[in-house]
DNA sequence: GATTCAATAGATTCATTCATCCGTTTATTT
DNA sequence: AAATAAACGGATGAATGAATCTATTGAATC
């Protein structure tokens, strides 16, 4: 099992991560960056077309085609593409899996836990895929 | 997918503090167990054998039987319970799934998922099964 | 001793995630 | 116009996690 993000959502950052890594170039193919990030390739396309759909991404087919960042998503944050591939339950669901957790009935470690995600997320929704790419 | 715990380790979690919280009941059938925990019987039936083989608790066959904490059971947190179903992965892994994440070539998180996680496992190995009951 | 009731062990089913394959579409190059 | 190279879409397959089923073992009760 993976720790916070599912596969999916661990490619598709590496990628994105990679992309804004070398902004000189404006064309990547998914063979190119799956190559360089080390992913399964048919699975990095995939999860590349749902980021087309949320326009994290623009795509153009054919020869010298690829994936490219557009200018809105320099000012996404990483949650902001967790949360498109793995959904928000990484930043609302109850760490216990209690289905009834709540302010009303708290699980033994509801307000640690929610403490903690609160730097999670704010770790990850306080930074860019550039600021991402720069520590690297 | 789960946050952070397998459902296998939610259950036993859950299964676990229902019997701290009734210290009373010195023998607990899964049937019981799960009903009041709302878990799947036959799956609790099955990670409560590996904690059994794993010397948290105890358990007796045929009539009257059932599964008792051990008493050695009171010094063990919540985190020791964790490790033995899922394993180290939680305390160890690379948030965004880096093989080769560590000090010589980390993660863009590596130092601040470091600092996250460490507050995650100190609250989880300072608390006891009993700590965790108390506050339900 | 026979019956009953519980955990145990192993096999099996089911669902989800992970990953690949292939035919189609689209744009470029020749 | 034909060939090429890329994303796209849908189907398929593999691996893992979640959950169930069944026969067996062992202990208490009758």
């Known amino acids: 099992m993976p720790v916070l993000f599912s596969r999916a959502c661990e490619y598709a950052l590496r990628g994105?991560?990679?992309?804004a890594s070398d902004p000189q170039?404006?064309?990547?193919?998914?063979?190119?960056?799956a190559q360089r990030t080390e992913t399964p390739a048919p699975f990095l396309a995939?999860?590349?077309q749902t980021l087309v759909k949320h326009k994290v991404l623009k795509s153009t087919k054919g020869r010298h085609g690829g994936?490219?960042?557009?200018?809105?998503t320099k000012e996404l944050s990483v949650l902001d593409i967790v949360h498109i591939i793995d959904g928000p339950s990484l930043s609302q669901d109850?760490?216990?899996?209690f289905a009834e957790?709540?302010?009303?009935a708290p699980c033994p470690i509801h307000?640690?836990?929610?403490?903690?995600?609160?730097?999670?997320?704010?770790?990850l929704s306080s930074q860019t895929l550039y600021d991402f790419a720069e520590k690297l």
Chains 1, 2 share one sequence.
């Open 67 to 72: 994936f490219a960042l557009l200018e809105t």
């Open 46 to 48: 995939k999860t590349f």
């Open 94 to 97: 109850c760490a216990l899996g």
């Open 16 to 19: 994105l991560v990679e992309m």
């Open 25 to 33: 170039i404006e064309q990547w193919t998914v063979q190119d960056l």
């Open 101 to 104: 957790c709540g302010v009303d």
């Open 111 to 123: 307000e640690q836990w929610g403490e903690i995600r609160e730097q999670l997320v704010h770790v």
